[in-house]
């Protein structure tokens, strides 16, 4: 079992749809969460970290469930920019070493 | 500012061949960090450097050295390549106690035959 997991997709959404999607982990010790954005054929950029009380970032939205070891990302009035991959990070604390998801494929179509 | 750089952008090599990627970041961050992007797959940590002069081996180290001689410039070299290490190769670097918000240069795709 991966220790990151997300749903490959691809989500085809409409635009000006909400969507949302999780990331589980599995090692209950990891402190520190973050969602980062891949375009195609690109490099990943971090879009915003994960904190116990949520994140809102216009009109994205974060939310950390310890108790049940996921994360989300909701996304509202979806962009056609919006399309990309999302990769859901974890930081274990204990060394340098970031544990990546493979990442959950948006396509929002006109 | 450039942010991170990385050359090559693609190369073909043949099994056996050595070749050498070099990634410079122009941000004085102390920490820098090669990775390998699969199909599938997370992103996965080869080697990585908290200074000068320092490494220290990831996730997926074999079959890769690294050199960080320079703060600016992290070198990862293949000694041998193998098909298995067709991939994707981004480097990232970040500042000293924020590993979470890395900074990725454009990547580089190796094939090897």
């Known amino acids: 079992r991966k220790e990151v997991e997300q749903d490959p997709g691809p989500f085809n959404v409409p635009e000006g749809a909400t969507v949302a999607f999780n990331c589980t982990y599995s090692?209950?010790?990891?402190?520190?969460f973050f969602w980062y954005r891949q375009d195609c054929r690109k490099e990943p950029k971090l879009l915003m970290s994960v904190y116990s009380s949520g994140n809102e970032d216009g009109r994205f939205t974060a939310q950390l469930n310890r108790a049940s070891q996921y994360i989300s990302l909701l996304i509202r009035d979806s962009k056609l920019s919006d399309s990309a991959t999302y990769l859901c990070v974890v930081n274990r604390g204990s060394n340098y070493q970031l544990i990546w998801g493979a990442g959950t494929k948006l396509i929002i179509k006109p | 500012n450039a942010g991170v750089t990385q050359t090559p952008k693609f190369r073909v090599l043949k099994t056996g061949q050595s070749m050498t990627l070099l990634c410079a970041q122009d941000m004085n961050h102390e920490y820098m960090y090669w990775y390998r992007q699969d199909p599938g797959m997370g992103l996965r940590l080869i080697h990585y450097?908290?200074?000068?002069?320092?490494?220290a081996k990831g996730e997926v180290p074999d079959g890769y050295n690294v050199s960080r001689l320079k703060k600016q410039n992290f070198l990862l070299g293949l000694e041998s390549a193998a098909p298995s290490q067709t991939s994707v190769y981004f480097c990232a670097s970040s500042y000293l106690g924020s590993q979470e918000t890395q900074y990725f240069g454009p990547g580089t795709r190796l094939l090897v035959l």
């Open positions: 450097s908290v200074g000068e002069g320092t490494t």
């Open positions: 090692n209950s010790a990891s402190q520190s």
